[in-house]
């Protein structure tokens, strides 16, 4: 039985068992509902038409919702907390998860966690899979949301230059920009993404000062590159939240530009104001909010500045 050629998306979001006839019959009615075909026919097969794309784009929101619905109403009456998706990054949910999971059940938050990368937690939330993600921006390099997302700075999270702490500089308070586009004969590590927004920071400080960062390394892990740090094996940034253990052997430098850093953006779907949604996101941002608030108090209390 020859089925429409439609993407493996739309396939899998319909679920049809359906013969052809029956299938042709029902897409046949949906162009007659919206007005424009939603299909592309040819003796080649079936695509969808650009009404078509966005068709599947909502009817793939919808049927999430549904199915989140469903999940949530249950998993309420089983243990009579509200259920929030809720995804992060990894250096996020080292510094901040526990925390902020003891203090949402408190306030009558199941939060149901998951650890991803940036730009598929970004995916997530654009399709309103989740109902909130934790995660950073750079200044000047905006992260791909849909006007459907709404965004909270919850932190502006400082990032450091990470030396050995034989480094003629580990010594310094701080360090300027001059000083910093100054070491691009230095062994750097970079992160494992090359698109990652803090790292295009730093590619673009040397680039404007006429110079070309050469990077030796690459990794997402900041035990690692602590630990390579210490050998004397390289340079790095290290944000805030990467820094709070134990660090010996390495020397953490505060930059003189804003640019370096990184605001930490709780992103929701947008939810009509009143709605337990709304609210619900409101206590999740305060929580964060004030988890955050203790890492910023005890870096200024162990750097005593």
Same mark, same amino acid.
Request: proline content about 6%; overall charge neutral; charged content about 20%.
């Given at each position: 039985?020859?089925? %429409?050629?439609?993407?493996?998306?739309?396939?899998?979001?319909?679920?049809?068992?359906?013969?052809? /006839?029956?299938?042709?019959?029902?897409?046949?009615n949906l162009d007659r509902l919206c007005g424009t075909p939603l299909v592309k026919r040819s003796t080649r097969g079936s695509s969808l038409t650009a009404a078509g794309e966005i068709m599947l784009d909502r009817a793939q929101r919808i049927l999430t919702l549904s199915q989140r619905a469903l999940h949530d109403v249950q998993a309420h009456a089983q243990s009579g907390l509200t259920r929030m998706k809720f995804g992060t990054f990894p250096t996020a949910a080292s510094a901040l998860l526990p925390s902020i999971v003891k203090k949402s059940k408190l306030a009558?938050?199941?939060?149901?966690?998951?650890?991803?990368?940036?730009?598929? !937690?970004?995916?997530?939330?654009?399709?309103?899979? %989740?109902?909130?993600? =934790? =995660?950073?921006?750079?200044p000047g390099y905006d992260l791909p949301f849909t006007p459907t997302v709404t965004t909270t700075e919850v932190f502006r999270e400082p990032m450091q230059l990470a030396l050995p702490a034989s480094? @003629?500089?580990?010594?310094?308070?701080?360090?300027?920009?001059?000083? !910093?586009? *100054?070491?691009?004969?230095?062994?750097? =590590? !970079? *992160?494992?993404?090359?698109?990652? @927004?803090?790292?295009?920071?730093?590619?673009?400080?040397?680039? #404007?000062?006429?110079?070309? =960062?050469?990077?030796k390394f690459r990794t997402d892990d900041y035990s690692v590159m602590l630990g390579m740090i210490a050998a004397e094996m390289v340079v790095g940034l290290v944000p805030l939240l990467a820094s709070m253990g134990p660090? /010996?052997?390495? #020397?953490?430098? /505060?930059?003189?530009? /804003? #640019?370096?850093?990184?605001?930490?953006?709780? #992103?929701? @779907?947008h939810s009509p104001k009143g709605s337990e949604l709304a609210a619900n996101t409101r206590k999740l941002s305060d929580i964060i909010t004030d988890c955050t608030s203790l890492i910023g108090d005890s870096s200024v209390h162990r750097s005593g500045r």
């Amino acid at each position: 039985m020859k089925k %429409y050629q439609t993407s493996t998306r739309a396939v899998q979001m319909m679920k049809m068992a359906w013969s052809q /006839p029956s299938v042709d019959y029902h897409l046949r009615n949906l162009d007659r509902l919206c007005g424009t075909p939603l299909v592309k026919r040819s003796t080649r097969g079936s695509s969808l038409t650009a009404a078509g794309e966005i068709m599947l784009d909502r009817a793939q929101r919808i049927l999430t919702l549904s199915q989140r619905a469903l999940h949530d109403v249950q998993a309420h009456a089983q243990s009579g907390l509200t259920r929030m998706k809720f995804g992060t990054f990894p250096t996020a949910a080292s510094a901040l998860l526990p925390s902020i999971v003891k203090k949402s059940k408190l306030a009558g938050l199941h939060i149901d966690s998951t650890l991803e990368e940036i730009y598929q !937690l970004v995916a997530h939330v654009n399709q309103h899979e %989740y109902d909130a993600v =934790l =995660l950073y921006s750079v200044p000047g390099y905006d992260l791909p949301f849909t006007p459907t997302v709404t965004t909270t700075e919850v932190f502006r999270e400082p990032m450091q230059l990470a030396l050995p702490a034989s480094h @003629p500089l580990a010594r310094r308070e701080s360090i300027d920009m001059e000083t !910093l586009v *100054g070491l691009q004969d230095e062994n750097w =590590l !970079l *992160g494992a993404t090359r698109d990652d @927004p803090i790292d295009t920071v730093v590619v673009d400080a040397f680039k #404007a000062a006429g110079h070309q =960062l050469e990077v030796k390394f690459r990794t997402d892990d900041y035990s690692v590159m602590l630990g390579m740090i210490a050998a004397e094996m390289v340079v790095g940034l290290v944000p805030l939240l990467a820094s709070m253990g134990p660090r /010996p052997g390495v #020397a953490l430098l /505060p930059i003189d530009d /804003p #640019a370096f850093s990184r605001s930490l953006l709780l #992103a929701t @779907p947008h939810s009509p104001k009143g709605s337990e949604l709304a609210a619900n996101t409101r206590k999740l941002s305060d929580i964060i909010t004030d988890c955050t608030s203790l890492i910023g108090d005890s870096s200024v209390h162990r750097s005593g500045r």
